[in-house]
Every structure is written in structure tokens, then in C-alpha cells.
């Protein structure tokens, strides 16, 4: 029982404050978005050298470079329209990209917004002093009797200034916060 207990507060020790979590939260979302930025830009450099490579062709025919004695207006032309749709395919890419990043920066505010206002919630609750008592009995661990309430137990720890969660006595008393 007493190994449970301990295993119980080193979970809740390396479990990451609210936070914390949202802090480990972003950093996965700015990972994920700088991964997306480096695929958009593969694609945008591939447009970029498959233009550059239709320009100089359009050039060495209108010079009469190599078999550009042979070239047509025809070919001319075409090579021009290739050029044209690789130009809009690239502004094309570019309100993509704009677009996608812009979503995704703005999911990332919102999240962090609804984290914070469920942290503010949370201390508000707690600062209110509005919940529960409850009398520790043999056998409980503070993880079962803040799920028992639905609440955290770090809400549990804070609103009883408790140091260690494997410290509790039969009979102590605990203010519970409302979830």
C-alpha cells in the first residue's frame, strides 16, 4: 500500500502543472508548424527551380542558342504559358502557406487562451474557498479522493498547502475546491 502511495506522488511530481503543460503543449504545435514551413518551402523552391529552369530555355531560344534555331513561336509560346502557370502556382502556394500558417498561429492563441482561463478558474475557485471537506480515511490516497471529487490533485494540494501527497493521515481533514 505504501508503494502505491509512493508511486502515486512520484507521478504527480513528474506530472507537469497546468502551465507546464501548456508551455509543452506549444512547443509540440511551434514543432509541428516549423515541420509544415519546411515542407511548404521544398515545394515552394521545387516551383522556384522548375521557373528559373523555364526561363533560361525562354531565353536561349529567343537568342538563338543551341537548337533555338529550330524553335518554333509555338515552342516559344508554350514556354512562356509554362511560365505563367508556374508564376501563378507559385502565388498561389504563397496564400497557401499564408493562410495555413495563420490557422494554426490562431488555433495555437486560442488554446492558450482556454488554458489560461481554465488556470484563472481554477485559482479563482480555490481562492473562493467554495468546496468540500472531507476526512481522510485508512487507505485513501490523495489521487483517489480527488478523483472521487473530480479534481485535480495538484487543486487538492494547493488548497491545503500540502508538500507531500504520500503524508496524509487517517482523520485529516481536507478542504476540496469544486472542480
Do not use: C, W
Request: proline letters at 3%; aromatic letters at 2%; a positive charge.
Amino acid at each position: 500500500m505504501r508503494a502505491l502511495a509512493l508511486l502515486a506522488a512520484a507521478l504527480l511530481l513528474a506530472a507537469p502543472a497546468p502551465a507546464q503543460r501548456v508551455a509543452a503543449q506549444q512547443q509540440q504545435l511551434l514543432r509541428e508548424l516549423e515541420f509544415a514551413v519546411q515542407r511548404l518551402a521544398a515545394r515552394f523552391d521545387a516551383v522556384e527551380q522548375r521557373q528559373d529552369a523555364l526561363s533560361a530555355r525562354l531565353a536561349a531560344l529567343e537568342r538563338g542558342e543551341g537548337r533555338a534555331a529550330l524553335a518554333t513561336k509555338d515552342e516559344v509560346a508554350a514556354l512562356r504559358t509554362d511560365l505563367a502557370a508556374l508564376k501563378a502556382a507559385q502565388s498561389r502556394m504563397r496564400g497557401e502557406i499564408v493562410d495555413d500558417l495563420s490557422g494554426r498561429i490562431s488555433a495555437i492563441t486560442e488554446r492558450q487562451a482556454r488554458a489560461q482561463q481554465a488556470a484563472a478558474r481554477e485559482e479563482a475557485r480555490a481562492a473562493r474557498g467554495s468546496g468540500y471537506s472531507h476526512v481522510v480515511e485508512a487507505g485513501q490516497t490523495l489521487s483517489a479522493i480527488a478523483e472521487a471529487y473530480g479534481v485535480s490533485v495538484r487543486a487538492i494540494m494547493k488548497a491545503n498547502k500540502i508538500a507531500d501527497p504520500t503524508k496524509l493521515q487517517v482523520g485529516q481533514k481536507l478542504f476540496i475546491p469544486d472542480p
